[in-house]
């Protein structure tokens, strides 16, 4: 809508402001006015449509987050981890350690879309955490 407005300065102030005027052509701006507003139009037009991609790229990133969370929070229940795995499309590495003297186990998760670490959690131990987004 913008760029058709940017296209027909001309035709869109006779428009709106126009026919307020018993003489248009004698109020009507200088064609110095009408090209900055056409070039402010499509700047825009132009910041709309880039916000509009980096919202959408934001959001999915949260998706991807949220999705990964779930699956962590799934991850005793074998069967729904894989389930939500496949459906994700994500998968979820399991690593322990222990202490030297066996009494204190960590568990740590991470959980891969693709190639590309998503997040990770920890379970036991004194610093245990719930899941964090990369």
Known sequence: MLVLLALRPRAVWR?????????????????????LTSVLLVVLALGFVIGGFAVSSWRSGDDRCDRAEELYDARADEAEADRLADDYGLR??????????????VDSFKV??????VGTGVDGGIGSQGFTCE
């Open 15 to 35: 428009v709106t402001q126009g026919w307020a005027y018993r003489d248009p052509d004698a109020n009507e701006p200088s064609s110095l006015a009408f090209g």
């Open 92 to 105: 979820i590495e399991r690593s322990s350690s222990s202490s030297e003297s066996g009494s204190v186990t």
């Open 112 to 117: 891969y879309d693709g190639d590309e670490l």
